[in-house]
């Protein structure tokens, strides 16, 4: 299995909404990631954990919640967003060594903030 | 700042043509380089990455990478193109920070191979 599935494929959120973000590896892969991209654009990280614990923040507002409550799981919880947070999110996984590792995406998570 | 460019927002070729999509780095130590592909409404696929000493490496789907330290360059080809290559190419490369291992994108080059 190598595959990184994310649920749901598609997301509709009011401002004032809470939602999460889910997505599940079985590779074995102990980094894990997300990144958000707008339409035509690249990736930009948000998160890494390695090992279960979250090692890289890039200054993301706090309306974006990560959590890695197992090797196998990686969640984003969402409140609050504004419309600009409109974009598609992409998870990803990968071993932690060697460094030249390649990373496995999932097919993301396209939401709208209305 | 270690960072990747990529020059060309799109190329088009031709169907049976040779492609290339450029990538540079501004790297310090040896680059960890990797090129990604996106087709539309999915998440990216890997194609191939740099291996410190071959200075073409191959990848998948027929395509490969030359690797050009004193250019500075690592650009990704093909020598037959197909119009089902059509797709949004992602040059990335991969830092060591503090915290762990960070892919970070170039902005990425259209492809477009028409009939």
């Known amino acids: 299995d190598t595959e990184v599935t994310q649920t749901p494929k598609h997301l509709v959120m009011g401002m004032t909404n809470k939602k999460s973000l889910k997505c599940e590896q079985h590779?074995?892969?102990?980094?894990m990631y997300w990144y958000k991209q707008k339409a035509k654009k690249p990736p930009e990280l948000m998160f890494v954990?390695?090992?279960?614990?979250?090692?890289i923040n890039e200054s993301v507002p706090s309306r974006f919640s990560p959590e890695c409550p197992n090797s196998s799981l990686l969640n984003l919880h969402l409140h609050a967003l504004q419309p600009e947070d409109s974009a598609l999110y992409l998870c990803?996984?990968?071993?932690?060594?060697?460094?030249?590792?390649?990373?496995?995406f999932g097919s993301g998570t396209q939401l709208s903030v209305l | 700042a270690q960072s990747v460019a990529q020059p060309e927002d799109q190329v088009n070729v031709a169907e049976g043509n040779p492609l290339t999509v450029k990538c540079t780095y501004s790297?310090?130590?040896?680059?960890?380089l990797f090129w990604y592909v996106q087709y539309p409404n999915r998440g990216l696929q890997f194609l191939l990455k740099?291996?410190?000493?071959?200075?073409l490496v191959k990848g998948s789907y027929g395509f490969e990478a030359e690797f050009n330290k004193s250019q500075t360059s690592f650009h990704l080809k093909k020598p037959s193109a197909l119009v089902s290559d059509s797709a949004l190419y992602f040059c990335?490369?991969?830092?060591?920070?503090?915290?762990?291992?960070?892919?970070?994108f170039g902005t990425g080059t259209q492809l477009k191979v028409e009939l």
């Open positions: 990803a996984s990968s071993q932690v060594q060697p460094t030249n590792e390649k990373l496995f």
């Open positions: 590779m074995g892969h102990r980094a």
């Open positions: 954990y390695s090992y279960e614990k979250l090692s």
């Open positions: 790297v310090s130590g040896n680059p960890y």
């Open positions: 740099y291996i410190t000493g071959d200075n």
């Open positions: 990335a490369v991969r830092l060591l920070t503090g915290g762990g291992n960070k892919l970070t």
